[in-house]
């Protein structure tokens, strides 16, 4: 939950401010309600405006100061596709902590990735797509710019989206989405480790690697990203733009915006993830159906050095 920190001062100007922050955290919380259809009660963050410059290089001694949200417990891995919890070690075998900040042009992301065995992809660089970025380390990003909750979001739609980063010490990845709509295409499944199979799409779609690592420094992302390699794991850095996401506080025009984070996890360095760290979307079809992922909320603390977040 946000919370506001009251400053030295009493009188009617400190009344009036603290008043100001208790009609615009309702003003949040009622936003967040509206809009999340996750239903996890975590699922929601509060993204400050940006007060500094962000320098995007895997280094996040810019971020000191912002709150973010660790993935470390048993209850954020998805279940599916053969995976869940059964071979996690523990937070030092594999967890995470993001941090989410904003400005009228870019949202930004920082991802803290603790993982103690970090390979080079592999699944990205196979043929086909018996395997791919979904099978390599690396961390998910998931937009739903116009808050609309969008189901079976494809190849060229600028607002919905599942980013693939994956990781790698001398030529990371970007990927973007995966489908394609086609008419009288069978549904896609996967098949699990003792042959039964789930649903790994929709009818009528099939999947295609969409990487996108040349182009998303262009339009409509005008993006910027950054891994480096930590003693316990590695960190991924983020800029880009939201087409389509009205970038100023959910209290002065703004709407909620949805968004995800996952981290893939293979310890191998080839065939299917060992496991998968995820937020919002821990069970059910996540990678197409933005119903499933959690809820960001844009805030601009007022009179910033009177009242600020609490950290």
């Not at 390699?229 to 009205?246: C, I, K």
């Not at 079809?285 to 977040?309: N, Q």
Request: one cysteine or more; aromatic letters at 14%; glycine letters at 10%.
């Amino acid at each position: 939950m946000l919370t506001f920190t009251r400053k030295r001062g009493t009188g009617p100007a400190m009344r009036m401010v603290v008043c100001i922050s208790c009609a615009l955290l309702g003003l949040l919380l009622a936003a967040s309600s509206s809009f999340a259809s996750s239903p996890y009660s975590w699922a929601t963050y509060y993204a400050a405006k940006r007060t500094g410059p962000v320098t995007i290089d895997g280094d996040l001694s810019d971020w000191d100061g912002i709150k973010g949200f660790t993935m470390d417990q048993e209850k954020f891995f998805f279940v599916g596709q053969g995976m869940s919890s059964s071979k996690w070690n523990g937070p030092k075998d594999l967890s995470a902590t993001f941090k989410v900040v904003w400005d009228e042009h870019y949202i930004y992301v920082a991802v803290h990735v603790v993982d103690d065995t970090v390979n080079e992809p592999y699944g990205t660089l196979q043929p086909g797509t018996d395997t791919g970025s979904w099978d390599d380390d690396g961390v998910e990003l998931m937009f739903d710019n116009d808050g609309s909750n969008m189901a079976r979001y494809y190849v060229g739609d600028p607002m919905h989206h599942e980013f693939h980063f994956v990781y790698s010490a001398t030529h990371p990845f970007v990927f973007d989405n995966f489908w394609k709509y086609e008419p009288g295409a069978a549904q896609p499944m996967f098949t699990l480790p003792n042959g039964e199979k789930e649903p790994l799409a929709f009818p009528d779609e099939v999947m295609v690697k969409h990487d996108i690592t040349t182009q998303f420094a262009g339009p409509p992302y005008d993006g910027k990203f950054a891994f480096k390699r930590t003693s316990d794991g590695y960190n991924l850095e983020v800029r880009m733009a939201l087409p389509g996401a009205q970038m100023k506080p959910i209290y002065d025009g703004g709407h909620a915006i949805g968004f995800d984070v996952a981290i893939n996890d293979n310890d191998r360095g080839k065939g299917p993830l060992k496991q998968q760290l995820h937020w919002s979307g821990i069970s059910d079809l996540f990678w197409r159906d933005c119903k499933f992922f959690g809820t960001l909320i844009l805030y601009e603390a007022p009179e910033a050095g009177r009242l600020s977040p609490k950290k």
